[in-house]
């Protein structure tokens, strides 16, 4: 086997100084280093070759060259192997390069020469192992424990979203996390670094005097599904919040000190906040010392106190808010939905605590707090058929309270005595004037309907309506809230004109929330002969209070009502 001159060259294709030499005329060797001919016969797929990973076994071969063909001038042999390095390229181990990284009948051109995928086979053998071709490298996932794992961090180019990738990664993950219960735990891989710019706690946790040195660190008290919301938070700024997990999410970013998250879980549970759910909410505000929250669930609790005290939500909270709530002078409540709440409560506390739900039971749950019911308040007729059915009262208790109602003497009571204040109804009048003139107004069972809009929650109570101006009539009337078509509330009743042009209040079974900046739809259906009242000089805004309504036209009004004049003069709203 004869061995070509080798001097320096540079590769047309590359552009890298290289070697080539001829060890058969059936085969081609390729290194690094000195050499006198170009990367041939398949120079590119050589290079690329030479430029995935062979440059130190062609480095290694220049070195042990001299040594080897030295040897094999004093021995007078020539083994026809090769040093253990220097690894050959067959045509067919090249025209498997060639499929792969080109056409099989594509042209290569270097010099003049022409080489296919068709050239003729080798019969040299190879002894030494040789490494298949690569395919061009793609992106994977960062995640596999690639040893070589492709550059991810260019294709993410701001450090946001390298950050983000790292989130809930076991990539250079240093600590991890046994988040949950036991039973409910999930392992959590965390970034020691990122979490403690995020937080004074992790920045004690993990670097101050009394540092971690655990490799995994348990949070029994944390759900799984609220620190990964505060961990996304912390690598990424983003911030996910759900119905199901807020709560949670709230009471991680309070326990670490993340104030940003621990606002917008605020936020969101201002923006979610209803009758079902008040309670509940004014038990947690409270926990996590949100006063502006805690405001927020009184002013839902007031406005639709039967709604809150009838809710699921009522029975979960802890006997402490319970007090708060009984001793609340602004719910808008009759007495006996209050007593019936308690009691609902007294059961469902019963269970919390393994115990049958006795009447010895439920006053020993209640404790003190029975005695903030207002039992005196209620009518004799609903306390008859209620508490004093219900066996939580002692025989003294129910006997005395039936004498404090009939007797001109009445006994000492541990009750309160006094009824609650409730909430005084405001009113926003839109028209600055009302008239009648002869055959101008009168009911015929069409709507009256306007649109509002207000710039705070409010709760809209009832409807102001102009009654008979002809003397004394009774009208039968239909009231109507909606919202892009949806039904909010509505009430079937009547009502009885005296013949003056005051407004005659109709209320909805229950105050109904109306939310900011959107438009809501009234609409009124009346029945009946005599001719009414009507208001003009009607207003498009209107400041009542501390809230602005602003008025336009329905489509839905069929019986003359609009912005400038008409009926619906009033409404009854708390807020």
Request: glycine share 6%.
């Amino acid at each position: 086997m004869q061995h070509s001159s080798i001097s320096d060259t540079i590769c047309i294709n590359c552009q890298r100084r290289i070697i080539a030499t001829t060890v058969d005329p059936r085969v081609r060797g390729l290194f690094i280093g000195k050499g006198s001919t170009l990367c041939v016969p398949m120079p590119t797929a050589d290079c690329r070759l030479l430029h995935h990973g062979r440059i130190m076994k062609c480095l290694t071969f220049l070195l042990l060259l001299p040594e080897t063909l030295k040897k094999s001038k004093k021995t007078g042999k020539h083994t026809g192997r090769l040093p253990v390095c220097y690894e050959i390229l067959t045509l067919s181990l090249k025209k498997k390069m060639a499929a792969e990284l080109y056409p099989a009948t594509t042209n290569l051109t270097n010099n003049g020469t022409t080489v296919t995928a068709s050239d003729k086979k080798s019969d040299v053998q190879v002894t030494q192992s040789t490494t298949a071709a690569t395919t061009p490298t793609t992106q994977q996932n960062i995640n596999n424990n690639n040893v070589d794992p492709p550059s991810w961090q260019s294709s993410h180019p701001t450090l946001r979203e390298r950050n983000a990738l790292m989130f809930n990664n076991e990539l250079m993950a240093d600590i991890h996390f046994i988040v949950g219960p036991p039973g409910e735990s999930q392992k959590v891989p965390v970034h020691k670094y990122v979490l403690a710019v995020g937080s004074s706690v992790f920045c004690a946790m993990f670097y101050g005097d009394l540092a971690e040195e655990e490799s995994e660190i348990h949070i029994p008290d944390v759900e799984p599904a609220a620190f990964l919301i505060l961990l996304n938070y912390m690598y990424s700024d983003a911030i996910d919040l759900e119905a199901d997990t807020v709560l949670a999410t709230l009471y991680a970013a309070k326990k670490y000190i993340v104030p940003a998250l621990a606002k917008a879980c605020v936020t969101f549970l201002e923006t979610s906040l209803e009758a079902k759910n008040a309670c509940v909410l004014l038990s947690q505000s409270r926990l996590f010392e949100e006063p502006e929250l805690t405001q927020r669930c009184w002013e839902v609790i007031d406005a639709q106190a039967e709604l809150a005290l009838g809710s699921e939500g009522f029975c979960e909270i802890d006997l402490q808010t319970l007090k708060i709530i009984l001793q609340r002078e602004t719910l808008n409540s009759k007495e006996v939905v209050v007593f019936d709440a308690v009691m609902s409560w007294a059961t469902a506390e019963c269970k919390r605590q393994g115990l049958r739900a006795t009447t010895h039971n439920k006053r020993s749950v209640l404790g003190k707090a029975l005695y903030l019911v207002r039992i005196p308040t209620m009518t004799l007729e609903e306390f008859a058929d209620g508490a004093a059915q219900s066996d939580i009262l002692t025989l003294e208790e129910t006997h005395d309270i039936f004498l404090w109602y009939t007797a001109a003497t009445k006994p000492k009571l541990d009750f309160p005595l006094a009824q609650r204040q409730g909430l005084a109804p405001q009113r926003c009048h839109r028209f600055q004037s009302s008239a009648y003139r002869s055959n101008q107004w009168r009911y015929r069972g069409r709507c009256d309907s306007i649109q509002f809009a207000v710039d705070k929650r409010i709760f809209i109570a009832g409807l102001g309506l102009y009654g008979s101006s002809g003397g004394k009539a009774e009208y039968s009337v239909k009231i109507e809230l909606k919202r892009q078509g949806v039904t909010l509330a509505q009430n079937l009743t009547t009502f009885v004109s005296d013949g003056s042009s005051c407004t005659f209040s109709v209320w909805f079974e229950h105050p109904v929330q109306v939310e900011q900046d959107a438009f809501y739809t009234v609409s009124v259906v009346l029945d009946g002969n005599e001719l009414s009242y009507f208001g003009q000089e009607g207003m498009t805004e209107v400041q009542c209070g501390k809230v602005t309504f602003q008025f336009q036209c329905s489509s839905d009004s069929t019986n003359g009502t609009g912005v400038q004049g008409g009926q619906i003069p009033e409404l009854v709203f708390y807020a």
